[in-house]
């Protein structure tokens, strides 16, 4: 779709919203990027902008109007109003090219020496020199990099390529995933082998959006200020000497380093869920499995509990976290996942042709035959190949039912534990 074509629709569109959606009291304030098109307004924050008539708008860059914003670039809304259906109406808009905040580069810098560190090791380690506790293996390739690679792909926004993505997997039977500022993201094995294809999408999206929003940027940059001013090494806040450089390196390795423990902070751990739950959604994943999947991880660590993980690591409490994304969901996606799903990941074991059998051979093992009917105990993925996609999908307490035109199925914990004809 051309700029102008945006620009056309966006009249009409507008217009429709403001006569059609009744509005929230207050201002809405998003500070994100742009990361999808959807008709003629944007995803930002994971929220559906569309610009009201009479936009302030502020571009800089390519950004000349808001229908030539380019995927990828900056956006803030200062002024927005958040209509019936979810959809945020800009009133007031700022945006520019991404790549030009301070300490970006390095960050970079910090994370790749990182990174390069832990491959060179074969293993993720806590801490450093004899206080090193190995933490896991490092996989870079087999089935289950192969998995986590696939979704990985699959949810990226579009101004990324899979090749500005590296994944890892890390030998350790803990939930936990992480992602560095340099789009480097690490999944533990135990997550994988216990979560199906939907979950670990909505955990993957999350880790993505740390990456993406530039979370250790931001958090590396305010550590620094703080460790600045304490030592007073900052002559003025736009400039930065040769020994404040180092020290904000040591700084970006530090939190780096820690980020897998402690998280990136509230604000930006909740960022991450209601962008990754959109990343999640775009790809065709089950999203209204979110707020099942966090009561999961409390079931499994505990409320409140010490484990260090990405769930429970300074993020908010599981209750809350799970509320927070029931209202993303009732907000954005009213209707549940897209109906066609995410693109099917192929078998890693599936083979291309029948093997050859030689004479007197013994004759090939077959498989068993693949579930014709839906039995309790059987996963999400399973009910999938039985019967489809749902109808609809609702979540209530710890369970999720799905509808079908002659029967429902009911989940516990990823598993059927009722079926309803």
Same mark, same amino acid.
């Given at each position: ?107 970079? *810098? =910090?994370?790749?020496? %990182?990174? /390069? ?7 993720? @380690? ?5 206080? $090193? ?95 600045? *001013? =304490?030592?007073?090494? %900052?002559? /003025? ?7 404040? @450089? ?5 700084? $970006? ?96 074991? =599936? ?71």
């Amino acid at each position: 779709m051309t700029a102008e074509t945006r620009t056309t629709l966006l009249a009409a569109a507008t217009l429709g919203f403001a006569l059609s959606a009744g509005a929230a009291s207050g201002d809405e304030t998003l500070e994100g990027y742009a990361e999808f098109y959807l008709d003629s307004c944007l995803v930002v924050d994971g929220q559906k902008v569309c610009p009201a008539p009479g936009l302030d708008f502020n571009g800089k860059g390519a950004a000349w109007s808001f229908a030539t914003i380019p995927l990828g670039y900056e956006v803030k809304v200062k002024k927005g109003t958040r209509l019936a259906d979810g959809t945020v109406l800009a009133r007031r808009l700022e945006a520019q090219p991404n790549g030009q905040a301070m300490f970006e580069a390095q960050v970079r *810098a =910090a994370t790749d020496q %990182m990174e /390069a560190r832990i491959r060179r090791a074969g293993r993720f @380690s806590e801490g450093e020199g004899r206080r $090193a506790k190995s933490v896991g293996r490092l996989l870079e390739t087999g089935p289950r990099v192969d998995r986590a690679r696939w979704i990985v792909d699959s949810l990226l926004p579009d101004y990324l390529a899979p090749s500005d993505v590296r994944v890892y997997v890390i030998e350790n039977d803990e939930w936990n995933a992480f992602a560095m500022g340099n789009f480097s993201i690490y999944v533990f094995s135990g997550l994988l082998d216990d979560l199906d294809d939907d979950e670990v999408a909505i955990v993957l999206g999350h880790e993505l959006v740390h990456a993406t929003h530039e979370h250790s940027r931001r958090q590396a940059k305010k550590g620094m200020w703080v460790q600045l *001013a =304490a030592i007073g090494a %900052m002559g /003025a806040t736009s400039t930065i000497d040769q020994g404040s @450089s180092r020290l904000f390196a040591e700084t $970006a390795a530090g939190l780096a380093a820690s980020a897998w423990t402690n998280g990136y902070g509230r604000e930006m751990e909740d960022q991450a869920d209601r962008v990754g739950l959109r990343y999640a959604y775009e790809a065709g994943y089950d999203i209204t499995r979110g707020p099942l999947l966090w009561k999961r991880f409390a079931k499994k660590y505990g409320e409140g509990s010490s484990t260090l993980n990405f769930f429970f690591s300074n993020h908010s409490q599981a209750a809350t976290r799970a509320a927070h994304l029931e209202r993303e969901i009732a907000h954005n996606y009213p209707d549940g996942a897209k109906p066609d799903g995410p693109p099917r990941r192929p078998s890693p074991n =599936a083979p291309h042709s029948p093997p050859e059998v030689a004479p007197g051979d013994p004759a090939p093992l077959v498989a068993a035959a693949a579930p014709t009917e839906v039995q309790p105990g059987m996963t999400l993925d399973e009910v999938r190949s039985v019967l489809g996609e749902p109808e609809s999908a609702l979540v209530f307490g710890e369970r999720l039912r799905w509808a079908y035109p002659d029967r429902t199925v009911v989940f516990e914990d990823g598993r059927v534990t009722e079926i309803r004809d």
